[in-house]
């Protein structure tokens, strides 16, 4: 099994900063493409962001030239750096992993538990 872990949430004003992390563990052979994903109080989740192993991103509309998406594969975690926030970014943030498990030939997505960002006007 495999556990992705975020940390960094938080209070912020706008204009402000934070920096995100999701750390997998367990039994990892390998991990993919790793995404962001956020969800508004009454909204549908949405996806911010995405890395892939060879570090290609993408990004929403909403957050590009604001949000950096990287990854340190040696550690097994990827981050997001948000800057100039704005109320409307706040929400859970979610990281979504696709991991090859030790043992296994097919890949699988898993979910972590997701951290709170909110944002102050």
């Known amino acids: 099994q495999v556990q992705l872990v975020e940390s960094g949430g938080g209070l912020v004003q706008a204009g402000g900063s934070l920096r995100l992390s999701c750390a997998a563990s367990?039994?990892?052979?390998?991990?993919?493409?790793i995404d962001w994903y956020r969800q508004a109080p009454g909204k549908q989740r949405e996806l911010v962001a995405t890395i892939t192993r060879d570090r290609s991103t993408n990004y929403a509309d909403s957050v590009k030239a604001r949000f950096t998406i990287s990854r340190d594969n040696a550690k097994n975690t990827v981050y997001l750096q948000m800057n100039t926030l704005k109320p409307e970014d706040t929400g859970v943030y979610y990281c979504?992993?696709?991991?090859?498990?030790?043992?296994?030939?097919?890949?699988?997505?898993?979910w972590g538990q997701g951290t709170q960002v909110t944002v102050s006007s």
């Open positions: 367990g039994s990892i052979a390998r991990i993919n493409t």
């Open positions: 979504n992993a696709d991991v090859l498990n030790l043992g296994d030939y097919v890949s699988r997505r898993y």
